[in-house]
């Protein structure tokens, strides 16, 4: 019997052996899966949803071409590099389109953000008829085939506004009104410790931002209260961190609308008297509600007379717009101290604050329909289409055609809406830096959505994480006179924070004429021709700004220059009368890609945090899921 030989290629051969199976595999499951996309292709296009192409699997040969395509292009791109023309015609369209890409794909996330974002005819010079926007084009259809039976025009908000806009009874206690004043505190500037915040007054000064608390003392304990409680809570992202059990404080600013505006939160639909008047047996437990109201001091007399036990916190000065409003808000959250007798008091701040306008008039929940209410309004919806004569997919993959939830508005609705977006910031570990809800136009049931992510139409009704803000840097510009909401939202996801949008509550408001920016809106209105830069800030200012801020101004004009040319050339096709164009020879923009390299350079990576330092102090997950209901997010 012979001796057997070692053979010491054997084991490189059963590696390869191994490897060749392992990619027989893969093609193999390839293969299969491309059969499954090509049939549920085939559903799709059935059902009348096909998706784009480019979300579609591609064959192995067509990936081979690709990945040849590429080697290619990179091939013919060194030999361009050293002097030799490049003849292949599909070697430069894809080369060009590889630009486009990864042009876009450098843009700041604020930016690409705006591209999904239309401009208001309130704020802009823009014809919504003309361009097809606020309503889909085919509105009229909808509504000849039912789609909006239950939902458009069937919720009236009079009872709402009537109780938001009744004060309510004057309490029985002998509590007299007192003044705190309270001073912003800059923890950036100055010595350890911080500085008082300063802020550019009218006539180029610097004084400090110091503002006037006006309310009782219970009033006053409400808030130092939900100063400590957030102290004591835990911080940001932490997981045992303290659960608020009511909503966080409201700052409510107001102008002009002493009598007009919707500031009774005790009514029943709001958050009802029991959430004010509510104790608070355990530290653990968040203090009872609180809304404070902001005014500017030239109004204050009149908003007290108004609302006799409403807390009011008055600004430094009158007539400085509703930024400057919105941003002491946010930088007396922030951190702040109480003037005493021979200095300040201890260093108070918060963690969240809720910033909402004075026109809310109702929020409602969004329930999911029964399977029995589902079928019957697909039945209803279908016959109403037969007798218009239109088409109806009976595939069993179709998607509904009516509605797919429905409104429930029983209880104090605010408190369970705000509560809600508190609870799945707390389940995300803080990483939100800002949040909010969708506002209802009539079509909010047809929404398949629970949830969007990285939305910046957030308006009216937001919630602040004042510690990712700071760390990030990010603050309402005061100097802005118009959109100041969007450019927040621009600004936070350029330093690359998350915006997170409720949809499964939406909220109504009213569309006021007097009151807020109504200056503003008139100038719009009178002004023959587009909107400037000057309308939204002056250019002194403007060039004051810090790199982040002043990029964030850039996109949020050159958006709004956006939509206002579209409507400007639709309207001159169509031989009406339009708008001039604003005059930009000589604006004080400059190319962002200069202004703000470190943001315009950054590609988003789910796994690496806009800075070091910032990771460090707020570090971002991506895997976090929302509890406890099942979430839905549109990233559109």
Known sequence: ????????????????????????????????????????????????????????????????????????LAQSTAQAATGAVVQSRSQRQLR??????????????????????????????????????????????????????????????????????????????????????????????????????????????L?????????????????????????????????????????????????????????NWRAVHCFGDEAFDAETPAEADSPGALVVVV??????????????????????ESEMGPAFARWSVQKLCTSFRAEIEGGYGPLQHMQYCWLIDDSITSFYSLEKLSEKALEEEQQRIQSQLQQVGAIVATTPLRRPLGRRTERCGEGAMFAKALLAVQKASHWAKGNYAISGFLRDDGTAPMKAAQWALDST?????????????????????PQLRLFEDVCLNVQARNSGAHILKCMTYCYRADNKRFGGCAAERAANTASSFCTSLEDLISAEAFLALSPAAKAAVQHVYNWVHRDEDRSR???????????????????????????????????????EPATQSVAQLAPVQWDVQLKPQTIELDLD
């Open 569 to 607: 050339a639709r309207l001159e096709e169509l031989g009406l009368p339009a708008p001039l164009a604003a005059d930009v020879s000589n604006l004080p923009l400059e190319d962002v890609d200069q202004v703000y390299p470190e943001e315009v350079a950054r590609i988003e990576d789910a796994s």
């Open 96 to 205: 060009l389109q590889l630009k486009a890409l990864r042009r876009q794909r450098l843009e700041p996330a604020g930016k690409r953000s705006l591209k999904m974002l239309h401009v208001s005819p309130r704020y802009g010079k823009i014809n919504a008829k003309v361009l097809g926007i606020q309503r889909a084009r085919n509105m009229k259809q909808k509504i000849a085939e039912g789609r909006y039976f239950h939902t458009m025009g069937m919720f009236k908000q009079d009872k709402y506004r009537k109780a938001m806009q009744t004060p309510p009874e004057t309490r029985g206690s002998d509590e007299a009104l007192q003044r705190w004043t309270l001073v912003a505190w800059d923890r950036r500037r100055g010595p350890p410790g911080g500085q008082a915040a300063t802020y550019q007054g009218p006539d180029g000064e």
């Open 1 to 72: 019997m012979s001796a057997s030989v070692y053979d010491p290629l054997g084991p490189e051969r059963a590696e390869q052996r191994y490897w060749q199976s392992v990619a027989k595999e893969v093609d193999d499951l390839e293969s299969c899966l491309f059969q499954l996309d090509e049939q549920l292709a085939v559903l799709e296009q059935e059902c009348g949803t096909p998706r784009p192409r480019k979300k579609r699997l591609a064959p192995v040969h067509r990936r081979n071409h690709s990945k040849e395509a590429l080697q290619g």
């Open 457 to 477: 139409s957030v308006f009216k009704v937001v919630m602040l994480n004042l510690v990712q803000l700071f760390q990030l840097q990010v603050e309402y510009v």
């Open 295 to 316: 005014v500017e001091p030239a109004e204050a007399q009149a908003y007290r007379d108004a609302w006799p036990d409403m807390p009011l916190i008055v600004l430094p």
């Open 207 to 263: 004084p400090v931002l110091r503002m006037s608390l006006w309310c009782t003392e219970r009033s006053a304990e409400g808030l130092f209260s939900w100063c400590w409680w957030f102290g004591q809570r835990g911080q940001v992202g932490q997981e045992d961190a303290w659960v608020a059990e009511t909503p966080y404080p409201v700052f409510i600013p107001s102008k002009g609308r002493a009598k007009e505006a919707h500031l």
